[in-house]
């Protein structure tokens, strides 16, 4: 699963977990502020969920976790430059400032949750000291997974599916060659896009364009991509000026795509085509 943002919140909701935020960085580190990390409090303390890169740094924090007392509060700690742990630092060479919950608040860990799985965004609260420093993170936003649309036909929608669902993303297929899937001129039945969702076509019969990117213009898809050379790009712009989208609108279809020009190949494309719609995603993150 490539999201794992979401990962530790839900894993924290487990009586016995704690919960580890990253909510100061001190120069360089490889996660953003805001990596959360949920660790075990019962028996052999071990991580349960989520990524703080360096496995040393892990341990350390389950280790201190379960280390303390029962119902203690939230313990801010200094990690890296500057801390008071002498014998640990970071191969980075910075600081970090990380919040360690041991008895997370299940209720608003739970509200999250809920929020996310209703495509909506959300907030937690962290209950860093009054007196900690300004800069310090207080509440972690989190943003729904990216769920992805794709609709066409051959080798570059099949080659983009399969590596969407290796991936982990969440991912609606129509193929114009699956009976019923598609129908010329309409819409596609019960497609659901949301402001984090992202709509690719591919498809090499270009008709089968216009109504379908109609459709997704009037969406809050936050990324539509069309497949195709500059002149099938050209007509595609037209077509749709002659129904009345103007430019506003039709600035939000991305054509070509990918980080990748020119590519020929179904697969390079369909990798292509999924990084730059993640690229485009990790920066709808508040913390990004």
């Known amino acids: 699963m490539i999201h794992t943002d979401h990962a530790a919140l839900r894993a924290a909701l487990d009586e016995g977990t704690g919960l580890c935020t990253v909510v100061g960085i001190d ?6 502020v805001g990596a959360q990390m949920a660790a075990s409090r019962a028996g052999v303390a071990q991580v349960i969920a989520g990524s703080l890169a360096d496995v040393c740094l892990e341990r350390q924090l389950a280790g201190d976790l379960a280390g303390l007392a029962p119902g203690a509060e939230p313990l801010l700690q200094r990690y890296g430059r500057g801390s008071p742990i002498i014998d640990f630092r970071l191969p980075c060479g910075g600081g970090l400032d990380i919040l360690l919950d041991p008895a997370p608040d299940r209720d608003a860990l739970a509200q999250a949750v809920q929020a996310l799985d209703a495509r909506q965004p959300a907030s937690l609260p962290l209950p860093v000291p009054e007196d900690a ?7 972690r936003p989190y943003i729904p997974p990216l769920s992805l649309i794709l609709l066409g036909e051959g080798a570059e929608l099949a080659a983009t599916a399969a590596l969407a669902r290796t991936m982990g993303l969440a991912t609606q297929v129509y193929a114009k ?8 001129g309409a819409a596609p039945q019960g497609a659901q896009a949301d402001a984090w969702t992202a709509i690719l076509l591919l498809f090499h019969d270009h008709e089968w364009e216009r109504t ?5 213009l009037d969406t809050p898809a936050f990324y539509i991509g069309a497949q195709g050379g500059l002149r099938a790009r050209m007509a595609r712009l037209d077509d749709l000026a ?3 989208v103007n ?3 039709l600035s939000r279809i991305t054509s070509p795509i990918g980080l990748i020009p020119r590519t020929r190949e179904p697969g390079v494309l369909a990798l292509s085509a999924l990084a730059e719609i993640l690229g485009v995603y990790e920066r709808l993150h508040p913390l990004a």
Do not use: Y
């Open 27 to 32: 120069g360089s580190f490889s996660r953003r």
């Open 133 to 139: 420093p300004a800069h310090l993170l207080r509440a």
């Open 177 to 184: 060659e699956e009976a019923g899937a598609l129908h010329l």
């Open 212 to 216: 379908i990117l109609r459709w997704a």
């Open 242 to 244: 002659r129904d009345g």
């Open 247 to 249: 430019e506003t609108q």
